[in-house]
């Protein structure tokens, strides 16, 4: 494949080749042909392109993957609502029955981004007279794993409901506030993943392949480990999740056993269970040079270190030299080191490491040369210089 440019290179020599025309400078009559010509070809070169990569799942995207996979039996999985435990309240108890209809809509706080999610009540519901508090399901009116708020931020009222005075979504009775995860349209790469994968669902041996393909068609999974070394005693098999919200919801758990068990060999005894989440902190301490702005420094660190922590998979450890590599990358950054965690940090197969990017110390110091940081001052002029604490010479 060839880009524009290196057609029309071939096309100029070809025509001093083969041709008594000199004058092929920008803006000849004679260049700007070839320039069409180079054009065209291009755009033949690109609908190449794009016709072969849209042949084979492994290289296909978008609609094209969409239709390759439907060849193996398999659609892309839709975004999904996630569904809440909201507790309506009031300070005292109710002096008469209060109801709640379906339909009622909350929302929640504003995040750090500025959005706030609405929710609708799935049903009606009623304070009953002499209590303070009811229980009531409700679902997000936008579809996707943003619907995943966490716990306590669904705390506003927007259709106001006599009698009742407070909102909140949490825990209630031993039960998880969140019902269902909210989950995004499966990306290409998942689902190339999973059409991969069918081609291990298609015997009756019920490989590591297969189970972990099977899972990964309940939505909002968002990864899985399989267990296939008899975890639970001969003949068992482990399949661990991850949900799209953190720890799967005992409703998504029950998903996937229901998902798994009539494809699953009948002498296999299948155990579902939750991914461990482990939160690990982050500490580094970095020197950018003297030229970079520390505000636009830390962002790019930051979105680095978000990358990758998005990119531990369930079961995958933490390597200090991955982490100094990502942030490395980042322009203006001249060094750094890892406070925290101390040591690289292991992770069994059914432990995911939950790495909060944005909640992650930074600490910043200035690389810089001493005359490059002193610069003469015009008369009557001061020039700002680096606090000398803040400031490492160069070793040259």
């Known amino acids: 494949m060839k880009t524009y440019d290196e057609i029309l290179a071939d096309l100029l020599q070809a025509v001093v080749a083969k041709t008594p025309f000199t004058n092929l400078n920008v803006g000849a009559g004679l ?9 065209g070809i291009a755009g033949l070169y690109q609908l190449i392109r794009m016709v072969s990569g849209a042949l084979f799942i492994q290289t296909a995207e978008g609609t094209w993957l969409d239709l390759k996979a439907r060849e193996v039996g398999i659609r892309r999985l839709a975004a999904k609502q996630a569904r809440v ?9 109710a002096t008469q029955d209060t ?3 379906a339909g009622t809509i909350v929302r929640s706080r504003k995040d750090a981004q500025g959005r706030s999610l609405r929710f609708v009540t799935d049903e009606a519901a009623t304070l009953a007279t002499g ?11 936008e579809a996707g794993a943003i619907g995943n708020v966490g716990p306590g931020t669904i705390s506003l009222i927007v259709t106001t409901v006599s009698g009742i005075e407070t909102v909140i979504n949490q825990d209630v009775g031993g039960l998880p506030y969140l019902v269902q995860e ?10 190339r993943e999973r059409a991969i994968g069918k081609w291990d669902t298609l015997g009756v041996g019920g490989t590591r392949g297969a189970y972990h393909a099977w899972a990964m068609s309940v939505p909002g999974v968002q ?3 399989v267990l296939d070394d008899a975890p639970y005693g001969p003949g068992t098999v482990g399949v ?35 991914a461990t989440i482990t939160p690990v902190s982050l ?15 830390d962002a790019a660190i930051r979105n680095a270190l978000a990358g990758f922590s998005d990119g531990l998979q369930l079961g995958e450890g933490l390597i200090r030299a991955r982490l100094v590599a990502a942030v490395m990358a980042v322009d203006g950054v001249y060094n750094v080191t890892v406070d925290v965690p101390t040591a690289d940090v292991p992770a069994t197969p059914a432990e995911y490491l939950d790495v909060d990017a944005q909640a992650a110390t930074l600490v910043h110091r200035v690389k810089g040369r001493t005359y490059q940081d002193r610069v003469q001052a015009p008369a009557g002029e001061v020039v700002p210089t680096i606090d000398p604490i803040d400031k490492t010479e160069w070793s040259l």
């Open 182 to 191: 909210g989950a995004d349209a499966e990306s290409d790469r998942a689902f």
């Open 99 to 101: 109801l709640i209809p």
């Open 31 to 39: 260049r700007g042909i070839l320039e069409a010509v180079a054009s």
């Open 131 to 141: 209590q303070s508090s009811v229980v009531v399901t409700a679902t997000a009116e």
């Open 223 to 225: 990864a899985a480990m």
């Open 85 to 93: 435990r909201l507790t309506f309240g009031r300070g005292a108890p």
């Open 283 to 297: 500490s580094l301490t970095l020197w950018r040079l003297a030229t970079a702005d520390q505000a636009t420094v």
């Open 240 to 274: 661990v999740v991850l949900g799209t919200g953190g720890a799967p919801t005992p409703q998504l758990l029950a998903d996937v056993k229901d998902y798994i068990r009539p494809r699953q060999p009948l002498t296999a005894q299948l155990v579902v269970s939750s």
